[in-house]
């Protein structure tokens, strides 16, 4: 028998934050993962971040996370997202090497002290009085520990659908993982099944690339991590390209729709609206004729193209089929056919906001098993799980992030009030205090954490300290700073704009959209001036100043909108509340409650099931 | 253990006075076991189904009987409050009504607080909050015009209006969202000035909607009317004609009408409060001084003045000028009296009567109607706002539309739209007491094609 701390169940995104986290904390952890080759590995899209997914990213980073540094090393594609809209909604993405991404995260986990990787896989979880005690595996150990982490993403009972055929495993190639589901269920935990799927891939040389619209990469490429140096980008650089299905391969896939386990009724899971199969979109959006099509590689050395768009679980046949009759795509050939994967997961309002389950202590679920799909909402989870088994493990204060803090706060909170039907993405849609939780400044909001953790080290938490300084002495200095007509108008006029009277302070001129704050610095030099110096060779800095500038008016209602909800946030709610003594509920409130126990009247309210009215009786009831 | 929902409560449930019967309520899980303490009828209310009505007789403690009775058994969820309860219908004396009170406080039921079954039916879900609030106005209705206006809200009118409208403004902000979350999905967006023509249209609604306020609390509160003139033009006498009945003094001495006389009309289902005023104009008797101050505020605090001329005296135009120092000009009523003695002065007025002969109240009663109601459409069938708590909303999501206009003006990115379309929609839905924000996803879904 073997003591650890922490045991990490799968070697996925989640489980690599998770055991990475909890052994740079101080703990003893080890990792069970079916094979160690697989850790990191991208079950679907080659890529990393995207709009909202990007912004956990360099959260996780923030925290003292991976994903952020592996994404950076194995990228060979980067793009920020949106960049024609407000610097809120900017999102990087890259699109990754596949195969070096796995080595590069089997490297990084294997090269961390405290951590242990063990190749084998978990058949039940052992819990004495309510409390977890250790893991069983299938060779037969029985491994001691104080916390379990379950990351096990889609091997839990995993069922792939091509056709009517159907494969037992949570990957293509790869076998599922059982007992898990069972044990919990002896547990007495619930659990739900959903679906997702993914494209073929085509062999790269097949493709008439003359023939498809380009998607060049940036020309200027932004790391994900904070501690990425400057010889980034690592690896050379290549294009997306972009074509698109037409009424022909319609047509096709049509006379898939008899042999296909969707329409069959043979897979039971619940699919995601946000990422449809292509027999899906054919359905539901019958009027349009054609879909978006994104050839994505698959690696620098690999001969594998990614068909983003086709995620298909139709027969393979009928999917080359159709795939002969896409535009540059006439020739391919198909390495492997799409499929549709089923698992097991456990309505995530069985959490709590720490991710530990509410029905066994010292027991955490992370990712897919809480009903997310995404590589970065793993990730997220997994952080957090990691950080808060430490933490539990060493006595200290819970780490629960704000809706108002982060985006991973915004997705633990959602995951837990809301539980979830589908597989649950991040939308910057769901925080509503998105201008505020920007990718850029993700380490101003939350590295104080990783700090205090021990993930970030004292120099970088120095350096973005200093820098928060810096901005914030700018916006001071803005305010008061003025600028003289005599100075400012020439720009102004060459601007084609109107000049000024007398004087006006650089935060107000920055306000004008045709004006940026390098323009109003480079004005009249500010010569002996320390902080615009220290601005100027500061490019990140000066373009947080420049935001929080040109952007003050809406910052403001979104703090004071903040400030008014936080309120509610303070109402706090006794967890030992009995909701079936409070007889005016409605049923399905008082059933919501009752099995999510929030902890404050803010988040109650945001428990779907949860009617005004019930809020009401709630808070009638703290009064008394 | 919550005490409002455990416990079960009661209250006279219709006016005080001498009438035919009067009904008390009782509410709560004990209410039938409670009845059944002081009530003998043939079956026990504990026994009988809901909405039923049975005959017996209440006894006193010294089984003295107190008064045959009808009792209408409502079982929950099906009465009004969403608990147990039943009606008693007593023969209305005081009396009576007091001694089964007291009676069921004695057997463990609470007197209920104002509103308090209301309250318990809201938090029931048997009524949402706008719905709530107009039982509240149902019950202090006093005229026919306002009693529809509240059994409207009450079927749910204004709710339905105010859903529709959110309904929109999700609509909006979906394709707002649609372009920050889904850029790089193959899906059209919308463009500035379509969005601009939604968000002015959805405005427009809910400028109705604020503009109707004045109309929904004129039909819900009445109109405070003052009357204004100089001694002897016939205040007194315009007063007695309208009432029908003497109450003020009328005499040709000035300054006779110290206090402000309040009478009460109701002018095609429109309360009017009328207050006859002392004169405006200073005087050294002291009684009289107390009685101009008085004046003064009555015309302060009047929604409409009847500045009343009479063809002995002309217009005063000191007086006008007095009045409209203290009210908007647009509220003043100008009037000419005493036509009966011929008609002088060429002065124009905008309504000339007798308060005598009569002739020309109806005019003046079309112009009261018109001042008070303004000349909009507004029937009882609209969605009216008459509260002022759902004034302050559609106030405050009209602001918010403004500042997404402004951002539309200004091409700001879709996400600094959002926020005030957030806003708004968050503004609305406080009226009818919903907030949700997965709304704006599942609209997007629906709509559009996403998934790469």
Known sequence: ???????????????????????????????????????????????????????????????????????????????????????????????????????????????????????????????????????????????????????????????????????????????????????????????????????????????????????????????????????????????????????????????GFKDSPLFTGRIKGVGPRYCPSIEDKIVRFAEKKQHQLFLEPEGLDSDLIYLNGFSSSLPGDIQLEAIHKIKGLENAEMIRPGYAVEYDFFPPHQVDLTLETKLIQGLYFAGQINGTSGYEEAAAQGIVAGINAALKIQGKPEFVLKRSEAYIGVLIDDLVNKSTEEPYRMFTSRAEHRLILRQDNADRRLMKYGYEFGLIGKDLFEESQKRDRLISESINLFESLKLHARDINPLLKTRGLNGIDSTESISKLCKRPELSLNDLLKVNGFGDNEIVQELLSDTISMNQVEIELKYEGYLKRQQEIILRMERNEEVIIPLTLNYFNLNGLSTEGREKLNRVKPRSIGQASRISGVTPSDISILLVYLKN | MNKFTEDTITAIATPSGVGAISVIRVSGPLSFEIADKIFKGKIRLTDSSTHTIHYGQIFDENDVLVDDVLISVFRNPHSYTGEDSVEISTHCNPLISKKIIDLLLKNGTRLAEPGEFTKRAYLNDKLDLV??????????????????????????????????????????????????????????????????????????????????????????????????????????????????????????????????????????????????????????????????????????????????????????????????????????????????????????????????????????????????????????????????????????????????????????????????????????????????????????????????
């Not at chain 1, 995104?13 to 990792?31: K, Y």
């Not at chain 1, 896989?121 to 409390?131: A, G, K, P, Q, T």
């Open chain 2, 131 to 452: 719905q709530a609030e107009a039982v509240a106005d149902v019950i202090s209705s006093r005229t026919d015009a306002s009693l529809r206006g509240a059994r409207n809200q009450l079927n749910g009118l204004l709710s339905k209006k105010v859903d529709e409208l959110r309904n929109s403004l999700i609509n909006a902000s979906s394709f707002v969202e649609l372009e920050l979350d889904f850029a790089e999905e193959d899906v059209e967006f919308i463009n500035l000035g379509d969005l601009m023509n939604r968000v002015r249209t959805i405005e427009n609604e809910i400028d109705l909607l604020l503009k109707s306020y004045n109309f929904g609390k004129v039909i819900k509160e009445g109109v405070n009317v003052a009357l204004v003139g100089k001694p002897n033009v016939g205040k007194s006498s315009l007063l007695n004609y309208i009432l029908k009945e003497s109450r003020a003094i009328v005499s040709h001495i000035p300054g006779t009408t110290r206090d402000i006389i309040r009478e009460d009309v109701s002018i095609d289902g429109i309360m009017f409060r009328l207050y006859d005023t002392a004169g405006i104009r200073i005087s050294e008797d002291i009684i009289e001084k107390e009685g101009v101050l008085r004046s003064r505020k009555a015309v302060k605090d009047a929604d409409l003045v009847i500045l009343i001329n009479d063809v002995d005296q002309g217009k005063s135009e000191d007086l006008l000028n007095e009045i409209s120092s203290l009210i908007n000009s647009n509220r003043i009523l100008s009037i000419l009296n005493k036509i009966d003695l011929g008609m002088t002065g060429l002065d124009d007025y905008d309504v000339k009567i007798s308060a005598l002969t009569g002739e020309g109240i109806e005019s003046l009663f079309r112009k009261m109607k018109e001042k008070a109601l303004g000349t909009s459409n507004y029937t009882e069938k609209s969605a009216v706002v008459s509260n002022s708590r759902h004034f302050d909303c559609l106030r405050k999501a009209k602001e918010s539309l403004g500042k997404v206009k402004n951002s539309i003006e200004n091409k700001m990115s879709g996400e600094f739209i959002a926020v005030d379309l957030r806003k708004a929609i968050d503004d609305l839905g406080e009226i009818v007491g919903i907030v949700t924000s997965e709304d704006i996803l599942n609209n997007i879904f629906t709509k559009f094609c996403i998934g790469k």
């Open chain 1, 1 to 255: 028998m073997i003591n650890y701390d922490i045991v990490v169940v799968g070697g996925g995104h989640a489980g690599i934050e998770a055991s990475t986290s909890a052994a740079g904390m101080g703990c003893n952890v080890t990792l069970i993962t079916m094979d160690r080759y697989a850790t990191g590995r991208m079950s679907c899209n080659p890529a990393v971040g995207g709009t909202a997914k990007g912004h956990l990213v360099r959260e996780i980073d923030a925290l003292g996370g991976k994903m952020g540094i592996i994404a950076d090393r194995t990228g060979i594609q980067f793009r920020m997202l949106n960049k024609s809209k407000g610097p809120a909604v900017w999102s990087p993405r890259c699109q990754s090497d596949r195969k070096l991404y796995s080595e590069e995260a089997y490297r990084v986990v294997g090269n961390t002290l405290n951590l242990t990787i063990i190749e084998d896989s978990v058949i039940d979880i052992l819990v004495e009085n309510n409390r977890v005690s250790g893991v069983l595996t299938s060779k037969g150990i029985e491994l001691k520990c104080r916390a379990v982490i379950l990351s096990s993403g889609t091997f839990l009972n995993g069922l792939m659908h091509t056709g009517l055929k159907s494969t037992s495993g949570g990957r293509f190639g790869e076998k599922p993982s059982t007992g898990i589901t069972e044990s919990l269920i002896n547990l007495g935990f619930e659990s739900g099944r959903l679906k997702t799927g993914t494209p073929p891939r085509l062999s790269k040389n097949s493709i008439n690339w003359e023939v498809v619209e380009v998607q060049p990469g940036d020309e200027d490429p932004q790391p994900f991590s904070h501690r990425t140096g400057k010889d980034f980008p690592f690896l050379p650089q290549v294009p997306c390209h972009i074509t698109s299905t037409n009424e022909a391969v319609h047509k096709i896939l049509e006379k």
